[in-house]
């Protein structure tokens, strides 16, 4: 965390609260306040479930349907319900009559089937009561999981912008590096040498005032000819190459830079020439400013 | 001049926060003028319990009158009750009868302040939605000075204590906030009135090292004092907390001091020390980093003041209006909505950051202007002053009869104190 800015004895705790909260933004990305949060999910949630206008009151619902529904009614069947009476003598006529009832039809298929349902009727609460026990741990999953999915949609849409903030950053900077090296020149070389001389063969003659010290010295060493302050030159460019060279090799002992000396310098001298004259030197004039070390 | 303090419980064990306020009122006025305190018999607020002796008795020189409670509170009716008037659609009955239901119904206390009334010049009953203070207030009305030590709860929202708050002589408010709220439900704007708060009682020195060493407690801390309850913020604050603690092993630890009704977690970095001295929670305070309130219902924090007193910056729940405006306007400390702004604010607020000095000092100034006892005094004795001076309204809203009190026309309690724009008043 960085520190605040207390320029005074005097701090005023809305300005402190203002940084404290952008700097909570600049790590989070949205300052949203848990409120704030909550009211996202609501909509969200009112959103996925009511994808064509219908009413969706899902939380209000869950929240309302969370009390424990009263007991259905039920009854106690057993085989002898059908004959109860308060009355004493009425049910010693009910049981004496019983065999002349069952001439007519089965009463006791009939308790059996009523005291299975009353069964089935406790079994079904038992169930119902399990069910809204459940009812409310899927209020609280269904109520978590829209909170947490909202937040990670807001997380993810923060990634996003990030994301694209970084890609275009990136972008600016590849097209300004394309930029630069479009415009990028050499520094003029320090020590004066002179012009070359009109006798100079044509591809150092060729070669414009901007190019450096070395250039110039691979230019005499290709022609073999050239004014004294052209070998002065040349032999400048010679050190810088070596220096380069052993910059080059840091792996390299001194025996082994010395062995590889002739070869390798050959060789770098070759390839600087003709790299310069591929790029361009002698014919293309100012295109030599794309290659040599003294990029500016 | 002759002052009567009603308050629902009194003592000087009771540490409840308008209870404490009324005793420090009390004592302090004493010195300019003849206080008498009238109470129950109740000491534990959830019950009402009659454990003290119905009687006269005196309270470091304070007179106090104690009356019985009839009833002692059924919870459950009164949770049946409050869901009734707060949520739905009710009528005056319906309301007077959750009065009844929260109690401390002591109707012999009423009754004694009405064969008082012309014994004292005024009467200043607090916390306006107990029984006490209603019928007591409507009993002698052109005399009853009202502290409501109002939240922002629904219980403000109900329409019997509209008449009380239009009808009584002044109104001494704690905060801006309680103002603005009580002015909103029930447009009593004519009503004298002015934001005192209260003081506390400073100790002249206090002694860090010697919390520390009496608690073995070696590390900087921010300490929390109060009960440790759900109500009063307590299961976020550990939430963040133990965040905080995951997020910078060497940032503060948490002290705790009050008595526990939400478990504590167990952690390292958390110490639960229970109910301890005066002397040990100033020490304590003293030694604090930082005094954290997360509480999002106050009327006015106390032991916030005690912090600025002392010259320690707070760290408040942002959401709870009277906190974040009592901090922005004394410039005394940060508050928090979210975790991250907890957890800068307490980086912030650390001894060794730049903030918490400066914001101690600013609270400390704050507490000089605003809540020392001097200052104190002068409102009230200004308001007394006023009032004598003033006619006491004739006028006095009429008491709907029998049968408009049981139409069920008055709505949801709640929606009423929602309807009231909230937030803090900053400046």
């Not at chain 1, 012009?195 to 450096?212: D, E």
């Not at chain 2, 209603?134 to 709860?153: F, N, S, Y």
């Not at chain 2, 100790?203 to 921010?222: E, H, I, L, M, Y």
Request: proline residues 6%; hydrophobic residues 40%; charged residues 25%.
């Amino acid at each position: 965390m960085s520190d605040f800015q207390v320029k005074a004895d005097a701090v005023d705790v809305e300005a402190i609260m203002r940084q404290i909260r952008a700097r909570v933004r600049e790590k989070r990305g949205v300052d949203y306040t848990e409120a704030e949060v909550q009211e996202l999910a609501q909509v969200k949630l009112e959103q996925f479930l009511d994808p064509k206008g219908l009413r969706s009151d899902l939380v209000g619902q869950f929240r309302r349907r969370r009390g424990v529904s009263p007991a259905p009614p039920n009854y106690a069947f057993e085989d002898s319900t059908i004959y109860e009476t308060h009355r004493g003598l009425l049910r010693a006529m009910r049981r004496l009559l019983n065999p002349l009832l069952k001439l007519f039809f089965n009463p006791d298929r009939i308790s059996e089937a009523l005291h299975v349902q009353a069964r089935v009727n406790d079994v079904s609460h038992q169930r119902l009561r399990a069910l809204e026990e459940m009812d409310s741990l899927y209020y609280e999953l269904v109520h978590n999981l829209a909170l947490e999915v909202t937040r990670l949609g807001i997380e993810v849409h923060n990634m996003k912008m990030r994301v694209e903030s970084l890609s275009s950053r990136m972008d600016f900077d590849e097209r300004r590096g394309r930029a630069l090296e479009s415009v990028v020149q050499y520094r003029q070389p320090r020590q004066t040498a002179p012009r070359p001389a009109p006798s100079v063969p044509p591809i150092a003659t060729a070669a414009p005032a901007a190019v450096p010290a070395e250039t110039m010295a691979v230019a005499g060493d290709a022609g073999d000819q050239g004014t004294p302050a052209d070998r002065t030159a040349s032999a400048d460019g010679e050190r810088r190459r070596r220096r380069r060279r052993r910059r080059r090799r840091p792996g390299q002992t001194l025996a082994d830079q010395s062995a590889a000396a002739p070869e390798t310098a050959g060789t770098d001298t070759d390839a600087e020439t003709a790299d310069f004259v591929a790029e361009g030197g002698p014919d293309t004039g100012s295109d030599t400013q794309d290659s040599g070390p003294d990029k500016q | 001049m002759k002052i009567a303090v009603v308050v629902q419980r009194y003592g000087a064990d009771i540490n409840g926060g308008a209870e404490l306020h009324a005793r420090y009122i009390a004592e302090h006025l004493s010195t300019r003028a003849t206080v008498e305190v009238l109470t129950t018999c109740a000491k534990d607020y959830i019950t009402w319990t009659n454990e003290w002796p119905a009687g006269e008795e005196t309270i470091r020189g304070i007179t106090v009158r104690r009356f019985p409670v009839s009833r002692p509170r059924n919870t459950q009716d009164f949770g049946r009750r409050s869901a009734q008037v707060f949520d739905h659609t009710h009528s005056i009955s319906d309301e007077l009868a959750w009065l009844d239901s929260e109690g401390p119904r002591s109707p012999a206390l009423v009754a004694h302040i009405g064969r008082v009334r012309d014994a004292f010049d005024f009467f200043l009953f607090f916390s306006a939605r107990y029984y006490h203070a209603w019928h007591g207030a409507r009993a002698v009305m052109d005399k009853a000075i009202l502290v409501p030590t109002a939240e922002r709860d629904p219980a403000v929202g109900l329409s019997i204590f509209g008449s009380v708050f239009r009808g009584v002589r002044g109104l001494m408010y704690n905060s801006f906030e309680e103002r603005a709220l009580i002015h909103g439900v029930s447009g009593n704007t004519s009503v004298p009135g002015v934001v005192v708060g209260v003081g506390s009682a400073i100790p002249d020195r206090t002694q860090a090292w010697r919390f520390r060493k009496k608690f073995n407690v070696k590390r900087p801390f921010a300490i929390y004092i109060g009960r440790i309850d759900e109500n009063k913020g307590c299961r976020t604050l550990f939430e963040y907390f133990l965040q905080y603690a995951a997020d910078f092993p060497r940032g503060l630890d948490l002290v705790l001091l009050g008595n526990a009704v939400l478990p504590v977690p167990t952690h390292p970095r958390i110490r639960a020390l229970g109910f301890v001295s005066d002397d040990d929670k100033f020490d304590a305070l003293a030694a604090a980093d930082v005094l954290v309130m997360p509480s999002p219902y106050e009327s006015l924090s106390m032991v916030a003041l005690e912090a600025w007193a002392l010259g320690k910056p707070v760290l408040v729940n942002g959401r709870c209006d009277v906190l974040r405006g009592q901090t922005v306007r004394s410039n005394g400390g940060l508050y928090y909505e979210t975790y991250q702004e907890f957890a800068e604010s307490l980086f912030a607020l650390e001894a060794s950051g730049p903030l918490g000095a400066v914001l101690g000092g600013q609270g400390r100034e704050f507490f000089t202007q605003h809540y020392s006892w001097p200052v104190i005094e002068r409102k009230y004795l200004d308001m007394f002053d006023r009032l004598t001076r003033e006619p006491a309204r004739e006028a006095r809203e009429p008491w709907p009869g029998w049968w408009a009190r049981r139409q069920r026309t008055q709505p949801p309690a709640r929606q009423v104190v929602d309807g009231v724009p909230a937030g803090p008043v900053l400046r």
